[in-house]
């Protein structure tokens, strides 16, 4: 059985809309894409070559897919720890829109995303790996199936943006296990799944 992790930028207001650059998502009217980009350093690409040498398949939502399909399989250096992974691993990606896809090793779930998601985490071994797809986080995150979240947060606030944790989310409780600090200033975390939270007072 598979874990399945996500792993998110996101500024100090929570905001997680186009941290890649100006035109990533001008949806809403969104002015700040790219927010991101100035904190890139040894330390933060390092972060991600971790997380992109466990993978053994990746799953997206049809915004984030589109995104990556548009740019990745234009790189095609097999020494590069991100497109070599992208371009050769299973990409599984959640849409209800989306009748085809071009991008190699590509499969579309278009049922219920519960059971979809649910099911491929039976039906396969190792590490699936969502990046960004917060929509389909979000829903994820509700039914208990993400189990880890490696959330990089940027000291920066835009005041505005759509943002992974909205109201109404699900309680959850999860377990630090590990953190770090970029040179830039970015807080890398590392968090379990840990159930419900729990409550007291002073």
Do not use: C
């Not at 792993?7 to 100006?22: C, E, S």
């Not at 990745?72 to 497109?83: F, L």
């Amino acid at each position: 059985m598979a874990t399945l992790s996500l792993t998110q930028f996101l500024t100090l207001d929570g905001v997680i809309q186009a941290p890649g650059g100006p035109d990533e998502d001008r949806s809403s009217g969104f002015e700040h894409g790219g927010w991101s980009v100035p904190f890139g350093d040894e330390d933060f690409g390092q972060r991600i070559t971790e997380i992109f040498a466990r993978p053994t398949a990746f799953l997206l939502g049809r915004h984030t897919y589109d995104i990556f399909a548009g740019y990745w399989p234009k790189h095609t250096d097999p020494t590069d720890p991100v497109a070599s992974k992208l371009n050769a691993l299973p990409k599984y990606v959640a849409t209800t829109t989306l009748t085809s896809a071009d991008w190699e090793n590509t499969t579309l779930l278009r049922g219920d995303v519960v059971e979809e998601v649910a099911a491929l985490k039976e039906r396969i071994d190792g590490e699936i790996q969502m990046h960004g797809s917060a929509g389909l986080a979000r829903t994820l995150l509700d039914h208990d199936l993400i189990d880890t979240l490696h959330l990089h947060v940027f000291p920066v606030v835009l005041g505005t943006g759509r943002r992974l944790f909205s109201e109404g989310v699900r309680p959850t409780a999860f377990r630090l296990t590990d953190t770090r600090v970029s040179s830039t200033g970015v807080a890398l975390h590392t968090y379990e799944l840990a159930g419900r939270p729990t409550y007291g007072s002073y």
